[in-house]
């Protein structure tokens, strides 16, 4: 069974703070790790990702750090807002073909003022 | 641009009773997957169509099934319905070989009684 372990499952963070949520993966056929975001009921939206050949990705407030030997990668907000306050997911899937992509279990992330 | 479109957006069915959920996908886009998310988890994905077939199943009884249309729009289909059905659905969609991630409508909210 392909899986993405992700933690912590909550997080709460004071404004402007930084917020670190971390994923694992066991399948190293993975080659494509997206972050959605989703709000109270609505679809995951996709915040950002990345691929293995690189070891950091930023869009924005938004970091994906990426460690491939390690089979390891987080999301770094920056700066958090209120308005961070959502589920995020991390995700893995083979690209090319009919990508399944396989999710984690979610962080409920809190930003306080 | 629309992105992807699901109906209803909340259902109440009876244990026992069929229920059938309908997406559109974005415009432009062939691929389309459905995925189950209960409360509090992570999208668990069911399965995936592509050209009016489908190309990918999840780890779900033979109760799920779906279908694709030519103008790949999806239906997923539940037959026989338990209590653990309870779950929001969640269609997404991508242009097929497309390396990025998938756009997720808003879901539907089912709710077995």
């Known amino acids: 069974q392909q899986q993405v372990k992700q933690s912590p499952q909550s997080l709460i963070v004071q404004k402007g703070g930084i917020s670190i949520i971390n994923c694992a993966y066991e399948n190293t056929a993975f080659d494509y790790f997206p972050w959605y975001q989703q709000f109270p009921g609505k679809g995951p939206a996709l915040l950002i990702a990345?691929?293995?050949?690189?070891s950091e990705k930023k869009e924005g407030r938004f970091t994906i750090s990426f460690n491939k030997s390690a089979k390891q990668f987080s999301l770094h907000i920056m700066d958090s807002q209120p308005g961070d306050s959502a589920t995020y997911f991390c995700a893995a899937s083979v690209s090319g073909g009919y990508q399944k992509v396989t999710f984690g279990t979610g962080t409920k992330l809190q930003v306080i003022p | 641009d629309a992105g992807v479109t699901q109906s209803p957006t909340h259902l109440i069915k009876t244990r026992g009773q069929q229920v059938t959920l309908r997406c559109s996908p974005k415009s432009g886009h062939d691929t389309v997957s459905w995925y189950q998310q209960a409360l509090g988890q992570g999208p668990q994905f069911i399965f995936q169509?592509?050209?009016?077939?489908?190309?990918q199943r999840g780890n779900f009884p033979d109760r799920f099934s779906g279908h694709q249309f030519p103008n790949y729009s999806s239906e997923l289909n539940v037959n026989a319905l338990l209590l653990g059905d309870s779950a929001l659905y969640l269609c997404?969609?991508?242009?097929?070989?497309?390396?990025?991630?998938?756009?997720f409508g808003s879901g539907t909210r089912l709710t077995v009684v």
């Open positions: 997404a969609s991508k242009p097929t070989g497309a390396n990025y991630g998938y756009t």
């Open positions: 990345i691929r293995p050949d690189v």
């Open positions: 169509y592509y050209e009016e077939e489908e190309r």
